[in-house]
């Protein structure tokens, strides 16, 4: 798997490297955990999209049997590149996609946009303000338990608009954390092992014929 897609550990995606100067052993560290985090991936992707709370995960049967996991064809993977929205769209496209925001330690972007995918579709006034103050304690508030980067002006804005909540709370948030996914995180996506893996058509064994 290409190196560069594992150069973020801290849970800020917008920064993608650390200094090291002053510390002898950070360089050292750093590599130790990039191994560890290659040979983890395919592992926790193949759990994440087992996992029955994940979205594009397959739902049980009517019988209560789990449907196994379909491997995405390579044409159905390859459309994944053609645009972030193609990847989002798809089911698959975007349990492997939170998987590899996973390994790079800021899952906390996807789960806010989807969060406010749900959020937007809200009909209820109750349940509408009891999201938005949900999705504030969680990821905008300061130390949030998965605070995702936004401006100080943004944060407030959103404190004095889920007063009222409207589907519009979290717009210009979603927004910018939409662009720093499509910008920073998606083309990694496209350069990982995995997903180039994804895309190869499985080549076909021929027997040797018998003389």
Request: a positive charge; charged letters at 30%; aromatic letters at 12%.
């Amino acid at each position: 798997m290409q190196s560069a897609m594992f150069l973020a550990f801290q849970p800020n995606c917008s920064s993608m490297e650390k200094s090291a100067s002053g510390y002898p052993k950070t360089e050292e560290k750093r590599e130790k955990m990039k191994r560890t985090i290659i040979k983890d991936w395919k592992t926790r992707l193949s759990y994440f999209l087992q996992n029955s709370s994940t979205p594009g995960m397959p739902k049980a049967n009517k019988k209560g049997k789990q449907q196994a996991f379909i491997r995405p064809s390579p044409e159905e993977a390859q459309l994944w590149s053609e645009t972030f929205d193609e990847l989002l769209a798809n089911k698959y496209g975007l349990a492997a996609f939170r998987a590899f925001l996973k390994s790079e330690f800021c899952e906390e972007n996807i789960e806010f946009w989807l969060a406010c995918e749900d959020f937007k579709k809200t009909k209820s006034p109750q349940k509408l303000t009891s999201k938005a103050r949900k999705i504030y304690t969680d990821f905008i508030e300061k130390e949030a338990p998965k605070e995702i980067n936004i401006d100080f002006q943004t944060k407030t804005m959103i404190a004095q608009n889920i007063e009222e909540a409207t589907t519009g709370c979290f717009t210009t948030a979603q927004k910018r954390v939409y662009s720093l996914m499509e910008n920073n995180s998606y083309p990694r996506f496209l350069e990982s092992e995995f997903y180039q893996d994804l895309c190869k058509k499985p080549q076909i064994t021929r027997e040797p014929q018998a003389t």
